[in-house]
C-alpha cells in the first residue's frame, strides 16, 4: 500500500478485506507487520486496517515532539482518509494508549474496544522500567536498545523457538531504526500519558486483556483499566508475555474474534 497524506505527515496503512473495519494499533515499535499473526483470520469478519505509526517503520520520520494524543489524532486522520466513519479497535501497548484516548475523545468514531496489554498511567515501576530502556537507547545506541527489547516483549520458550527469525529481525530494525531523537521521543510520550481519570466516560464494549507473565505491563495494570471502565471484561491468559499477539496468536485471535464478533 503507498503512503496516505494525513495532513502535515504521511502514513503507511494496509487493508485488507471489505466487512466492518477494525483497527490494529501497534506498541511502541509502531510497525503494522506486528500485527502479521492476525491479518488473515481478522480480515475473514472485518476489513482489517494497519498502520505504521509516524516516525516509525515506512510512514514519515517527522521531527516533532510526540505525545500519544497527537498519535490518536492520526488515527483520526487515517479514519477519515480512508473513509472510516467507524472501526473496531484493537491496541496493544502504546496502542493500547491510543485506543484509550480515542474512546474518550472520540467515542462516536469507535464500535468495539481491545485493551491489550496495556496501562491508565505510568506508575513507580513503569516509569523505572522505560527510563531504564531510554537510558541505553540514549547512551548505548540503537543497536543495544533493540537487542534488549526482546526481554520485555518476549517469554523464555517463544525466544528459544524463534531466535533465528528473532535476530533477523533485531538486524532488520537497526537497518530501519527511526533514530534515537525520534524513539527517545516516543518513549517520552507513553511516560507522559495518563488518562485514567477519565476512563469512566467509556461506555463502549471493551475487553481488557492481558498474560499472566507480562513483565513490561504486569497484569495489575489490566486489572486497573478493567474497574475503571464500566461494564469492561478482563481476560487475563495463562501466557504469552507482553506480545501475547505474537507469542500465541491463536488463543490471542480465539479471545479477541470471539468477544468482535458477539452478538
Not at 489524532?73 to 493500547?96: E, W
Not at 547512551?139 to 531466535?163: K, M, R, V
Not at 521521543?185 to 466516560?201: N, P, T
Request: with cysteine.
Amino acid at each position: 500500500m503507498p503512503l496516505i497524506s494525513i495532513g502535515d505527515g504521511a502514513l503507511y496503512y494496509e487493508s485488507h478485506g471489505d466487512q466492518f473495519p477494525v483497527l490494529l494499533i501497534p506498541g511502541l515499535g509502531g510497525t503494522a507487520a506486528s500485527w502479521r499473526s492476525q491479518v488473515e483470520p481478522f480480515a475473514q469478519h472485518f476489513r482489517v486496517v494497519l498502520h505504521d505509526h509516524r516516525g516509525t517503520g515506512q510512514s514519515e520520520r517527522s521531527r516533532i515532539t510526540y505525545s500519544v494524543d497527537q498519535m490518536a489524532i492520526d488515527v483520526v486522520h487515517l479514519m477519515d482518509t480512508l473513509d472510516i466513519p467507524q472501526a473496531h479497535l484493537v491496541g496493544i501497548s502504546t496502542g493500547g494508549a491510543i485506543a484509550q484516548t480515542l474512546a474518550v475523545d472520540h467515542r462516536d468514531r469507535i464500535g468495539r474496544l481491545v485493551l491489550v496489554s496495556t496501562w491508565p498511567k505510568a506508575d513507580a515501576f513503569f516509569r523505572y522500567t522505560l527510563g531504564m530502556r531510554k537510558h541505553i537507547l540514549e547512551q548505548l545506541g540503537p543497536a543495544a536498545h533493540l537487542h534488549t527489547t526482546p526481554f520485555f516483549l518476549y517469554p523464555d520458550w517463544w525466544i528459544n523457538e524463534n531466535w533465528e527469525a528473532l535476530e533477523a529481525s533485531m538486524e532488520a530494525g537497526l537497518a530501519d531504526f527511526p533514530g534515537v531523537e525520534i524513539m527517545a521521543s516516543r518513549i517520552d510520550a507513553i511516560l507522559a500519558f495518563d488518562r485514567a481519570s477519565e476512563l469512566g466516560q467509556i461506555a463502549l464494549p471493551t475487553l481488557v486483556l492481558t498474560a499472566k507473565n507480562d513483565i513490561l505491563t504486569p497484569p495489575y495494570f489490566a486489572e486497573d483499566l478493567a474497574a475503571r471502565i464500566p461494564g469492561a471484561r478482563l481476560e487475563i491468559i495463562e501466557r504469552g508475555a507482553h506480545a501475547c499477539n505474537q507469542t500465541v496468536p491463536e488463543t490471542f485471535n480465539d479471545v479477541v474474534l470471539r468477544f468482535l464478533t458477539a452478538a
